[in-house]
Structure formats: structure tokens, C-alpha cells
């Protein structure tokens, strides 16, 4: 893909525009660390929105390992399209993003685009900066919330790259250990050049059990916005492939006080 020679990496130098301010929407990216539940909190944030009757896309990134076979019964999608034939077409338009977008069954404010069970990233033509711009731009016009789940692996990832670029908010995930941390800090180089805007970054430790000291985590990334703790449950879910069930058991409160949180903090609602 040629991805590498400072084609996503770098971004001609244009004026700064006048940004209103926004309360409510957006296009919101999840990155982190592998096993950091990137998946399980981008879903978890598009299902409390859509539970709110905010109407929210989720687009899943991961064209090596496809997530969409692994967040909800095939049973309950409407249809099977993949973003594959978006991003391979010679330009993005909004009614091509929309005929590809799938419907949950069960939760009338969700779509969701994704790559399907057998894709990967040699199924579809390859596509460039441009095609995963466009997708961006299109999504912005079709749904006011926008929740973008990223692979971990963006040097080799065009569509998850552009999108820490482009979105108004980042969550950055972090398992409780130094590789975790070190990984984040090797992909980091990568978008430091690009001038990404790090002020737009919530930090996060994510997956936090009782015993974990998480006091070096915060020495390690600067101060935390969020702390995700573990919830036997959620962690039940991502292993049944059933991310929107509700969570029930007490041992989810925290887990879900604090995507409340973030919900509050990144959106305004």
C-alpha cells in the first residue's frame, strides 16, 4: 500500500478554521493498545447512545481480524455489507456509505459498517487516503454521533490512521503494564509527525482489576481522564460475541458509571 512513505503520516499545512463550538455529536475515535477493549468500549458507548434514541453509526476499522462476527449473533444484523465495498470504490459518496450501512435488529438508532466473517485486507481493491477521508466526511452528514472502533496497528491501517487524524475526540486505551504503555509511545512517533492535535486525546487505563496499582500508569501517560475497571460480565459478553446485552450484575456499576462519563465528557449528553 505504499503506506508508509509519509502518505497518511503527513498533511499539507492549511489555515486553521474557525471551529464553532459543538455540545452534542461528533466523530469519535477508540485506539489503544492490542487487548486493551478497544471493540468492547466503542460498542459499549454506540449501545448507551443508541439506548438514549441518539441515532449513532459504529464503524469497525479491523480488516485483519473483523469485528462485527464478534460483537453481536449474526441474527440479529438486518443484512450482510461490508466496508470493503465502500472504501474500494473510486470515490466515497453519503448514499453508497448508507446502502452499506447495516441495521441491528434490535435497536432501531444503531448502523453499524464493518468488515465480514472470512474478509481482510486483500478480499476488496485497496484504497487510499482519500476513500477513507470521504468516508469520514460522509458519516459527518448522515448521523450527528459518529463512534470510530481503530485498529491497534495503524502504520498498516489507512482508514484507522485518518481517523485519529480526523475526528473531533480520541480515546486512547491502556492495558495496566509497561508493554502496553510502550507500544502506545512507538505509535505515537507516527502521529506526532502528522501534527495530531493531542489535545483532543482522553487518556485512559483500561481493563483495570482490583489488583492492579494503577499510580505508574498515570506517572507513565500523564494524567488520566477515565478509569475502566473490569467486569466479569462484560468480559462474559466479549467471549459469547453479545457486546449489546445489557449489563445487569452488580460487578458492571462501575464499568458502567464510567462510559456514562465519557458519554457526558465527549458529548455533551
Given at each position: 500500500m505504499n503506506f508508509m512513505k509519509n502518505s497518511i503520516f503527513s498533511r499539507e499545512q492549511k489555515a486553521e478554521p474557525i471551529k464553532?463550538?459543538?455540545?452534542?455529536?461528533?466523530?469519535?475515535?477508540v485506539w489503544g493498545?492490542?487487548?486493551?477493549?478497544?471493540?468492547?468500549v466503542a460498542v459499549k458507548l454506540a449501545k448507551y447512545l443508541a439506548d438514549k434514541k441518539k441515532n449513532v453509526v459504529l464503524v469497525l476499522c479491523d480488516m485483519t481480524a473483523p469485528m462485527l462476527p464478534c460483537i453481536c449473533p449474526p441474527s440479529d444484523l438486518e443484512c450482510e455489507k461490508s466496508l470493503g465495498s465502500i472504501l474500494s470504490a473510486t470515490h466515497v459518496t453519503e448514499p453508497l456509505v448508507k446502502y452499506n450501512m447495516i441495521t441491528h435488529k434490535k435497536m432501531s438508532y444503531l448502523t453499524i459498517i464493518g468488515m465480514l466473517k472470512g474478509e481482510n485486507e486483500y478480499t476488496y481493491a485497496t484504497y487510499s487516503k482519500v476513500q477513507a477521508q470521504e468516508l469520514?466526511?460522509?458519516?459527518?452528514?448522515?448521523?450527528?454521533?459518529v463512534i470510530i472502533d481503530c485498529s491497534s496497528y495503524i502504520a498498516n491501517d489507512i482508514l484507522s490512521a485518518v481517523a485519529l487524524l480526523e475526528s473531533d475526540s480520541v480515546l486512547r486505551l491502556?492495558?495496566?503494564?509497561?508493554?502496553?504503555?510502550?507500544?502506545?509511545?512507538s505509535q505515537l512517533?507516527?502521529?506526532?509527525?502528522?501534527?495530531?492535535?493531542?489535545?483532543?486525546?482522553?487518556?485512559?487505563?483500561?481493563?483495570?482489576?482490583a489488583s492492579h496499582g494503577i499510580e505508574h500508569m498515570a506517572g507513565a501517560m500523564g494524567s488520566?481522564?477515565?478509569k475502566i475497571p473490569h467486569s466479569n460480565e462484560v468480559e462474559q459478553q466479549y467471549l459469547e460475541g453479545n457486546?449489546?446485552?445489557?449489563?445487569?450484575?452488580?460487578?458492571?456499576r462501575e464499568f458502567r458509571r464510567e462510559i456514562e462519563k465519557i458519554i457526558k465528557e465527549v458529548f455533551g449528553c
Open positions: 464553532e463550538e459543538v455540545l452534542h455529536g461528533g466523530v469519535f475515535s493498545s492490542p487487548g486493551s477493549g478497544k471493540s468492547t469520514i466526511a460522509s458519516l459527518r452528514k448522515i448521523a450527528p454521533f491502556a492495558n495496566c503494564d509497561l508493554k502496553s504503555i510502550s507500544y502506545l509511545s512517533q507516527l502521529l506526532q509527525n502528522s501534527n495530531w492535535d493531542m489535545e483532543k486525546q482522553y487518556k485512559v487505563a483500561s481493563n483495570i482489576k488520566l481522564t477515565f457486546l449489546f446485552a445489557d449489563l445487569s450484575l452488580k460487578d458492571s
